[in-house]
C-alpha cells in the first residue's frame, strides 16, 4: 500500500469527508442511538434475595426525552464530537483509496484528532473521578446534582492525572528509553482510566449478562426481560452473548501473551512462510497481532494459498481478538449503559462502579441523566479513540504519511504519531482493559454461584400498574396511615401497617407492598425519624416508578429540610408544584432557612392568607426575641392548632410555668369534649409529674395506656415513669415504630435519627450540638439569657442545660407543616437570625 501524502491548506476535496461524516453522525445519532437505548432496566432489592425489574426507556420518544435533559448535553456533545472525528478520518481514508483525493487533508485531519483526542480526555476525567470520587447517592437518598465544587474537584483531578501521565514520560526520557515507547506508556497513563473503568463494569456484570442474554437468545423470557422476545431481540442477545463467552478466553491470552512478552519479547517469531505474505507487514511486538493466540492463528492460515480467503479471515480474527474489550464501548456502549442501570454489580461480582441509587435511578429522569451522560463521556471518547487507532494502525500502516509527506507536520505532529508509537498505544490500551476485566472478573465468579438463589421480578410493575386503579375497591378505601394519625389512632395505624406484612394472594403482594412502604414512611415522618422516612420515600418513589409521586416527593423536601441540607432540597423542591399550599409552604422554609431567597408572586398570594403559616411565623418572632406566650385553649379544633398548642406548653415547661400551662390544658381538653386528645392528656400526665403529684401522673397515664397501647408518645412516657420506678414496663412495640428512648442505653447513640427532637436529655455534646440544631427552643431551659445565645457566634452548646423535663421531645414541636394533611416537624435550628429573615422581606409577603 503506497504512503499517503499530507495536503496542506484548504481544498475543496476535504469538503466531502467532513460532510459525509457529519451527516451519517447526525443520522446515526437521531435513528440508531434512541432504538439502542429503548427498554432500559433497573433492578432494586425488596427484599432479602428478592430484586424488582422495572423498565425506564419504553419507547423511543421516552429515550430521546432522556437524551434531551440537561445532565445530558455534555455527554452528547461528547459522544457526537469523537463519533463525528472518527468518521471524518474513515471519509477521509476512503476518498483517498478511492483516488478521489491525493492523500490527507491537513485541516480535515487536524480538527478530526481535536475532536477524537478532546472527549477521550474527558473520558479519562469522568472514568477517573467516578472511581475515586464517591458519587452522590450512594451512602444514602440523594437526588442533589452535582456543585460546582465537585465539578472543579473533577477538572482538578484529570488536570493531576495528566500532569502524572506527562511526568512518566519525563522520568522515562531520563532513562534513556526511546521516545517511542516514552510516547506510548504517557498515553496509556493518560487514558488508562477509562479501559479501567470499563473492565470493572464489564467483569463484575458478566455472569449476570450472559445469564440474560444466554436465555434471551434461546427465545426465553429472562430474568431481566419478563416478555417473549422478538426475532430482533434473539439477535442482538446472540451477538452480546457470543461475545461475553469469548472475553475470558481472550482476556486470558492477553495476560498469558503479557506474562511471555516480559519474560522475553523474542521468544516467538514467525517462520519465514508468514512473513513472505504479500499482505503481512512486521510487527513490533505479536500483542499487535493479538497476542499468542493471534501469532497462532496467522501461522495456522498461512498455510491456505488463496490470499481471498485468507485475508479476511485472519483480519477478522485479529481485529476480533485486539478490541474485544477494549473497543466493545463504541460496539455495545448501550450494553454498558444497560448494564449501569440494572446496578447488578453487587449481586453477580465484586469491584463494580456504582453511580447511583438505583431507587432513584427508577424515578428520577435527572439521576437517569446522570448515569447516561457517564456513559457517553466515560467510554464514547476512548472507545471511538481505540477505533481511531485501530482503523490507522491495524495490520498495516504503512500508509501512514512518513517523512516528506507529511509536509509541514513532519517535524511535529508526525514526529510523535508515528506509526511504532500508534500500534504500541493500540496494543496496550485494548490489553489494559482485557486484565481489568480479566481481575475483577475472576473474583466475580464466587459470588455469580447465588445469582440462582436470587429472585428477579419483572413482571410485579406490570401487575401493579394493572392492579392501582382497583385499590380502592380491594382495600374497601379504608383510611390512609395519615389521617389515622392526624386522629391520634395510633393502635389502627400499627394494625394496618402489621397486617400488610402478612402473607397475602400474588397478585395483590405488589399493592401491598407499596401500602406498606407509604406506611412505613408516613410513621417514621410523624416520629422525626426523617432519614429513614427519606430511605423510605426512595423505596415507595421506585416501586411505584415516579407516578402518583406527590406524597414521596414532599417528604424528601421535609428530610432534606429538615437534615439542613440546603443543596439537596433544591432540586427536589424543584419537582413540587407551585400551585399546592403544602408544597409553597416548603418552599418558604427553604429560603427561611437560608436566610435569604424569593418567592413568586402566586406562591407569596397563597401564603399571605394561609393561617399555618401566619402561626409559624408569630411562633419565629417569639423565638427571635425569647419569649414563651401563654396558648388559646380555645384554638385547638385541628390537628395542626393541637399540635402547636402543645409546642406553647412545652415551651411553659421549659420556662418552668407547668401549673399555669397545666390549667391551659385542662381546659383545651374540656372544650373538645368530643374528640380523645390522647395526645393532650398524656402531657396533661407530665404536666403534673412537673409539680411533684406523682400518683396522679402515673395513674393517669396508665388509664391512657391502657386504652391506647401502642401510642408512641403514651409508650414512651410509660417508659421513663417504669424507669423511674413508678410502674412497670411496657411490652416492647415489635414492629420498632417508636421513640428511640425505648432502645434502653443504646438511645444515646440513636437518637440523632430523630432529626428535629431534642434528646431526654443533653448528657453528651454530641447532644447538646444535635439539640441546637434540631430546635433551639431548647435554650430557654439555660441559665443564660436565650437572645443572647441566640446572637453568639459560635453554637452556645456549653450553655445548653444538661437535664429536660420529663419526655418534653414527645410535644416539643419548632416550625410545622403539614403533609397529606399530617402535621409534621421541620424543627427550629439556632443558626437562623430571624433579623435577617425579616430583612429579606419573608415574614410579610409583600
Request: charged content about 20%.
Amino acid at each position: 500500500m503506497s504512503t499517503m501524502e499530507i495536503i496542506q491548506g484548504f481544498s475543496p476535496g476535504m469538503i466531502l469527508p467532513i460532510s459525509v461524516a457529519t451527516l451519517t453522525a447526525w443520522l446515526f445519532w437521531d435513528r440508531v442511538v434512541p432504538r439502542q437505548l429503548k427498554g432500559l432496566q433497573v433492578a432494586f432489592q425488596t427484599g432479602e434475595r428478592r430484586y424488582e425489574v422495572h423498565q425506564v426507556t419504553e419507547s423511543i420518544d421516552d429515550v430521546k426525552h432522556l437524551l434531551s435533559l440537561r445532565g445530558m448535553r455534555f455527554g452528547v456533545l461528547s459522544y457526537l464530537m469523537a463519533l463525528t472525528g472518527s468518521l471524518i478520518l474513515l471519509f477521509e481514508f476512503t476518498a483517498a483509496r478511492m483516488d478521489l483525493s491525493g492523500g490527507f487533508h491537513a485541516p480535515s485531519v487536524a480538527f478530526a484528532l481535536i475532536l477524537i483526542v478532546f472527549p477521550a480526555i474527558i473520558s479519562s476525567g469522568t472514568s477517573l473521578g467516578a472511581q475515586v470520587i464517591r458519587p452522590l447517592g450512594t451512602m444514602r437518598a440523594t437526588m442533589q446534582k452535582n456543585t460546582k465544587i465537585r465539578n472543579i474537584g473533577y477538572v482538578a483531578l484529570t488536570a493531576s492525572w495528566l500532569l502524572l501521565a506527562l511526568a512518566v514520560g519525563v522520568v522515562l526520557k531520563s532513562r534513556g528509553v526511546s521516545q517511542t515507547h516514552q510516547l506510548s506508556v504517557a498515553a496509556f497513563v493518560a487514558f488508562s482510566p477509562a479501559i479501567l473503568a470499563y473492565g470493572r463494569i464489564l467483569g463484575s456484570s458478566w455472569h449476570a449478562l450472559k445469564q440474560s442474554s444466554q436465555q434471551i437468545a434461546k427465545g426465553k423470557a429472562s430474568p431481566f426481560h419478563n416478555h417473549l422476545p422478538n426475532a430482533r431481540q434473539q439477535f442482538i442477545a446472540q451477538v452480546v452473548h457470543l461475545n461475553l463467552v469469548a472475553m475470558p478466553y481472550v482476556a486470558i491470552n492477553t495476560m498469558i501473551s503479557l506474562l511471555f512478552l516480559l519474560y522475553d519479547p523474542t521468544m516467538f517469531t514467525h517462520s519465514d512462510r508468514v512473513i513472505e505474505l504479500p499482505e503481512y507487514r512486521l510487527q513490533s511486538t505479536y500483542m499487535e497481532e493479538g497476542g499468542l493466540l493471534g501469532f497462532g492463528l496467522i501461522e495456522l492460515f498461512s498455510h491456505i494459498p488463496q490470499a481471498g480467503i485468507r485475508v479476511p479471515i485472519v483480519t477478522s480474527l485479529l481485529l476480533f481478538l485486539l478490541l474485544n474489550v477494549a473497543a466493545i464501548g463504541f460496539l455495545f456502549v448501550y450494553e454498558v449503559a444497560r448494564i449501569l442501570f440494572l446496578d447488578i454489580q453487587d449481586v453477580s461480582g465484586v469491584g463494580g462502579i456504582r453511580l447511583a441509587d438505583s431507587r432513584l435511578l427508577r424515578a428520577e429522569p435527572v439521576q437517569q441523566a446522570s448515569v447516561l451522560n457517564f456513559c457517553f463521556t466515560g467510554f464514547a471518547g476512548q472507545s471511538m479513540l481505540l477505533l481511531a487507532l485501530a482503523m490507522i494502525t491495524f495490520w498495516d500502516s504503512s500508509f501512514l504519511p512518513q517523512g516528506a509527506a507529511c509536509g509541514d507536520w513532519e517535524s511535529s505532529v508526525c514526529s510523535v504519531l508515528e506509526k511504532d508509537m500508534l500500534e504500541e498505544l493500540t496494543w496496550m490500551l485494548a490489553s489494559g482493559g482485557q486484565v481489568a476485566f480479566l481481575v475483577v472478573w475472576g473474583l466475580s465468579i464466587r459470588r455469580s454461584g447465588t445469582l440462582a438463589d436470587i429472585a428477579f421480578d419483572a413482571s410485579m410493575d406490570e401487575d401493579r400498574t394493572r392492579l392501582r386503579g382497583m385499590s380502592d375497591m380491594i382495600y374497601v378505601k379504608q383510611r390512609s396511615v395519615n389521617e389515622l394519625i392526624i386522629e391520634e389512632d395510633w393502635d389502627t395505624a400499627l394494625r394496618r401497617y402489621e397486617s400488610l406484612s402478612e402473607g397475602k394472594e400474588a397478585t395483590l403482594v405488589g399493592l401491598d407492598m407499596v401500602r406498606k412502604t407509604k406506611a412505613t414512611m408516613l410513621l417514621y415522618a410523624a416520629l422525626g425519624r426523617w432519614d429513614e422516612a427519606e430511605e423510605i420515600a426512595i423505596d415507595l418513589l421506585a416501586l411505584k416508578g415516579g407516578r402518583d409521586a406527590q406524597l414521596s416527593r414532599m417528604i424528601l423536601c421535609a428530610a432534606s429540610l429538615a437534615q439542613r441540607d440546603m443543596k439537596e432540597a433544591k432540586p427536589r423542591l424543584d419537582l413540587l408544584p407551585n400551585d399546592d399550599i403544602e408544597a409553597v409552604r416548603l418552599k418558604w422554609i427553604y429560603n427561611l432557612l437560608q436566610s435569604k431567597g424569593s418567592l413568586k408572586q402566586q406562591a407569596i398570594s397563597m401564603l399571605a392568607i394561609d393561617p399555618m403559616t401566619k402561626k409559624n411565623i408569630e411562633m419565629l418572632r417569639q423565638f427571635g426575641e425569647g419569649k414563651v406566650s401563654s396558648p388559646n385553649p380555645k384554638k385547638v379544633q385541628t390537628a395542626v392548632d393541637r399540635r402547636m398548642f402543645l409546642s406553647k406548653i412545652a415551651r411553659m415547661r421549659l420556662a418552668n410555668k407547668s401549673e399555669y400551662a397545666l390549667n391551659l390544658l385542662e381546659e383545651a381538653i374540656a372544650n373538645l369534649s368530643d374528640i380523645d386528645w390522647v395526645h393532650g392528656r398524656i402531657t396533661q400526665s407530665l404536666l403534673n409529674f412537673d409539680e411533684g403529684r406523682v400518683m396522679t401522673a402515673v395513674d393517669l397515664a396508665e388509664r391512657i395506656a391502657k386504652e391506647h397501647p401502642r401510642n408512641p408518645h403514651v409508650r414512651s412516657i410509660m417508659v421513663h415513669y417504669a424507669a423511674l420506678g413508678h410502674t412497670e414496663m411496657p411490652s416492647s412495640e415489635h414492629t420498632k415504630i417508636e421513640w428511640l428512648f425505648e432502645q434502653g442505653s443504646d438511645w444515646r447513640v440513636t437518637w440523632p435519627k430523630h432529626t428535629v427532637s431534642v434528646a431526654p436529655s443533653l448528657e453528651s455534646n454530641l447532644l447538646r450540638q444535635h439539640a441546637w440544631s434540631a430546635n433551639a427552643w431548647v435554650a430557654l431551659a439555660s441559665d443564660k439569657e436565650m437572645v443572647d445565645l441566640l446572637s453568639s457566634r459560635k453554637p452556645p452548646v456549653k450553655d445548653l442545660p444538661e437535664s429536660l423535663p420529663l419526655a418534653l421531645y414527645t410535644h416539643l414541636s419548632g416550625i410545622l407543616v403539614t403533609i397529606g394533611g399530617m402535621p409534621v416537624d421541620l424543627g427550629l435550628p439556632g443558626t437562623l437570625r430571624i433579623s435577617t429573615v425579616e430583612k429579606h422581606g419573608l415574614f410579610t409577603f409583600t
